[in-house]
T-cell receptor
Framework: NAGVTQTPKFRVLKTGQSMTLLCAQD?????MYWYRQDPGMGLRLIHY???????AKGEVPDGYNVSRLKKQNFLLGLESAAPSQTSVYFC?????????????FGPGTRLLVL | GNSVTQMEGPVTLSEEAFLTINCTYT??????LFWYVQYPGEGLQLLLK?????DKGSNKGFEATYRKETTSFHLEKGSVQVSDSAVYFC???????????FGKGITLSVRP
């Protein structure tokens, strides 16, 4: 049982390049989330999904797209990377339908945009 | 909207010292409250939670009590260890979809 895994662990991009971050979970969770973590800002929700084939915007969605084609995978795409997207990205998943549910986090992807 | 306010950091303590990390919140309805911990180089993991007023969450010697009257969920530990050095996030969740609102986090360093 690997929990939540993220690929890659670290990436350097040039401004304007594109990339996809992959999140996978093996806990059969319905809900999945993408966050970014920046110094002094806590974690901010980018996009989330309430089930296979669904996505929704979070707090800071601009410049990102997501897809949830399979229940266990949640992809985060950057079409044209900008230096402001330099951050650590965390994926999480949860089972509960209510606000009491625990979220399980992946180890993070560190992205540097030059 | 929902918000979580944590005390400013960082915090540096000596081993075996008493720890308090303050957390207050603003929320519509009746939120569930959480403390997450992030050890160096890792993702966040749930430390403890409380889902209704006056509930006390506890884990690994840490405790926090859901105080509705003061809208607070302060984290305490009686005797910290070097291994407790990490970033601590207070968070809340209301309603469906289990979306979390996080505080900014506070870095705790415990020296031997």
């Amino acid at each position: 049982n690997a929990g939540v895994t993220q690929t890659p662990k670290f990436r350097v991009l040039k401004t304007g390049q594109s990339m996809t971050l992959l999140c996978a979970q093996d806990m059969n969770h319905e809900y999945m989330y993408w966050y970014r973590q920046d110094p002094g800002m806590g974690l901010r929700l980018i996009h989330y999904s309430v089930g296979e084939g669904t996505t929704a915007k979070g707090e800071v969605p601009d410049g990102y797209n997501v897809s949830r084609l399979k229940k266990q995978n949640f992809l985060l795409g950057l079409e044209s990377a900008a230096p402001s997207q330099t951050s650590v990205y965390f994926c999480a998943s949860s089972y509960s339908l209510s606000g009491t549910g625990t979220q399980y986090f992946g180890p993070g992807t560190r992205l540097l945009v030059l | 909207g929902n918000s979580v306010t944590q005390m400013e950091g960082p915090v540096t303590l000596s081993e075996e010292a008493f720890l308090t990390i303050n957390c207050t919140y603003t929320a519509t309805g009746y939120p569930s409250l959480f403390w997450y911990v992030q050890y160096p180089g890792e993702g966040l993991q749930l430390l403890l939670k409380a889902t209704k007023a006056d509930d006390k969450g506890s884990n690994k010697g840490f405790e926090a009590t859901y105080r509705k009257e003061t809208t607070s969920f302060h984290l305490e530990k009686g005797s910290v260890q070097v291994s407790d050095s990490a970033v601590y996030f207070c968070a809340l969740s209301t309603g469906a979809n289990s979306k979390l609102t996080f505080g900014k986090g506070i870095t705790l360093s415990v020296r031997p």
